[in-house]
């Protein structure tokens, strides 16, 4: 396990500087945009490239083509080479075309329908944006590429690029006098498609050495047949889980691209909603990102590789479902907790951003997602074990369940709840998801027990150390005074923190858990560690390589 520890570190470093970045990003937009319609329209346009980055690159070729590829890199290199040339062409033709016709189909919309600025500019919006989807995708599948040869790190750096450039075309915003953020809005979205260009050769040169691109096909003919079977399920249900995204949007949109009422009734939402809703998202989406999908993305390839081992094969998902919840379980209870300063430092003060109806409204949004975030991260640990044995039937069968129920609750609790009813669907069909897939993973995996008396001892303690932790912030936010400006605000934010990182790090201390020796590189004492960590034929080369020859949100 402390391979993966390793690689876990590795990827969660880098991301981590990528989310710093990000939340910068997001710092300089928000007092950009603000809770407004331009910062609705903004988050939408952004949003729907990458939809198709985790429906395609990402997603469900990946699913198909990531374990496929791991196999016969070990058992025929050339058929390897062969069917990843294959997949990186045919994607970047289907997506390109896909960008090009629907770019065509906004663009007309804008300028034919009924006059109304504020769709017509979100319109255009999406469609400058649009360009992004083909490079992202590409760049996404050779993030995938760089993993099967154990190169974690150079894909986990790969959003830093974004934000880079991102930040590069908003920072002039604030030295021009009355500056126009619709305007604005458009050199961030050509920033954006500049820096899928960048990321794209980015991974380009990281897979040389590694990867051998080949225009003659035959030796992948067999497998890409295969691959073909194991796709379409995975794209019904991952395209089920992206539609259920866009419709996501679409609600919280409806106001900026259809109107103020619905079936006769006044809507719940406004022209603010999806901004209010992108930025709380950005909240949650920090620590799932730096960390649970890190677990995920280091445990796949892993899973890949043992998938004809069943012994090593649980031993894998069993420590992959304890490091997930060893991170995501506290981070669940302390965004709960510290939701509102949280909201107030990141999106007030320092100039323009929300709000104080703006905050409130996304303080409730994060409280939604908060309580998920544990499922959220173990349901791309199981999803990744059923595409690590080839089963994209399962994953897709759940999913399908779970996009239902999460737009019949959309419909239902956006009435009481606004934004914060879509947040609180996402996180009662990720709950239900998870629910489920371990339900079927014994039987349809054919694995054994999946939680041994060492991991259902690990669960029960990890919960007992996040109660401990709880009722420590808790206390600490009952003494310290209500702040009332932005640096008491900040203030109160670090002392909650700092307060839950050293009660949570002492009492895993204490506790002797071992997940805390495989993060940090070392084993517990012998008597804490678990006597079935993955094998020791894992690779211990799991970070970046040496030689310079990862919500891309």
């Known amino acids: 396990m402390r391979a993966a520890g390793r690689a876990v570190r590795n990827v969660s470093g880098l991301t981590l500087i990528s989310r710093v970045a990000g939340l910068v990003r997001d710092l300089v937009t928000v007092r950009i945009f603000g809770d407004t319609a331009v910062g609705s329209a903004f988050a939408a346009a952004f949003a729907i490239p990458n939809l198709f980055r985790r429906l395609f690159g990402e997603g469900a070729l990946s699913a198909a083509f990531l374990p496929a590829y791991a196999r016969l890199l070990k058992t025929d290199p050339r058929a390897a080479h062969a069917i990843a040339s294959l997949v990186v062409g045919v994607l970047a033709i289907i997506t390109g075309a896909l960008a090009l016709l629907a770019g065509g189909v906004l663009i007309t919309l804008a300028m034919t329908l009924p006059s109304d600025p504020t769709r017509s500019f ?137 109107g103020p009422t619905f079936m006769g009734r006044d809507y719940p939402l406004d022209e603010a909603s999806n901004a209010v809703l992108f930025y709380a998202q950005r909240l949650y989406q920090f620590p799932l990102g730096v960390f649970g999908i890190a677990v995920a993305t280091v445990v796949f390839p892993q899973l890949a590789r043992a998938s004809t081992d069943p012994a090593s094969f649980v031993r894998t998902l069993r420590n992959g479902v304890r490091l997930s919840l060893f991170i995501a379980l506290p981070a669940s209870v302390g965004l709960a907790l510290v939701r509102e300063p949280l909201v107030r430092t990141v999106y007030t003060g320092l100039g323009d951003g929300f709000s104080d109806e703006g905050v409130a409204r996304a303080t409730s949004v994060v409280l939604g997602y908060s309580v998920a975030i544990w499922s959220y991260s173990l349901v791309h640990v199981f999803t990744r074990a059923f595409y690590a044995v080839g089963n994209t039937r399962t994953p897709m069968t759940v999913s399908l369940i779970t996009v239902a129920f999460n737009l019949t609750l959309n419909l239902i609790l956006i009435w009481p709840l606004r934004e914060a009813g879509l947040a609180w669907s996402t996180a009662a069909a990720s709950i239900l998801q998870i629910l489920i897939l371990v339900t079927l993973a014994r039987r349809r995996l054919a694995i054994g027990p999946l939680l041994d008396r060492s991991a259902r001892s690990s669960i029960v303690r990890l919960s007992a150390i996040s109660g401990v932790m709880g009722a420590a912030v808790l206390a600490a936010a009952w003494i310290m005074p209500a702040p009332s400006t932005w640096a008491g605000n900040a203030g109160s934010l670090a002392v909650l923190i700092i307060v839950g990182a050293a009660v949570f790090a002492v009492g895993a201390v204490l506790a002797r858990a071992p997940e805390l020796g495989w993060l940090l590189g070392r084993n517990s004492s012998p008597a804490a560690s678990p006597p079935d960590d993955i094998s020791d034929d894992t690779p211990e080369e799991t970070g970046d390589a040496p030689d310079p020859s990862s919500d891309h949100r």
Not at 179 to 203: H, K, N
Request: with cysteine; glycine share 6%.
């Open 122 to 258: 979100s319109l255009l919006l999406v469609a400058a944006m649009l360009p992004y989807m083909p490079l992202i995708c590409t760049a996404a599948i050779l993030g995938g590429m760089l993993q099967a040869h154990n190169r974690f790190g150079p894909w986990a750096a790969a959003p830093i690029i974004l934000n880079l450039c991102i930040l590069a075309a908003a920072a002039p915003f604030f030295a021009v006098d009355n500056a126009d953020p619709e305007r604005w809005a458009f050199y961030i979205a050509a920033a954006i498609v500049v820096a899928g260009v960048i990321q794209m050769l980015w991974s380009l040169l990281m897979l040389r050495g590694c990867a051998q691109w080949t225009r003659r096909f035959e030796a992948a003919r067999g497998e890409a047949k295969a691959m073909l079977v194991r796709i379409v399920p995975a794209l019904i249900g991952l395209g089920a889980l992206q539609l259920n995204a866009f419709l996501d949007t679409l609600i919280a949109m409806w106001p900026n691209w259809v």
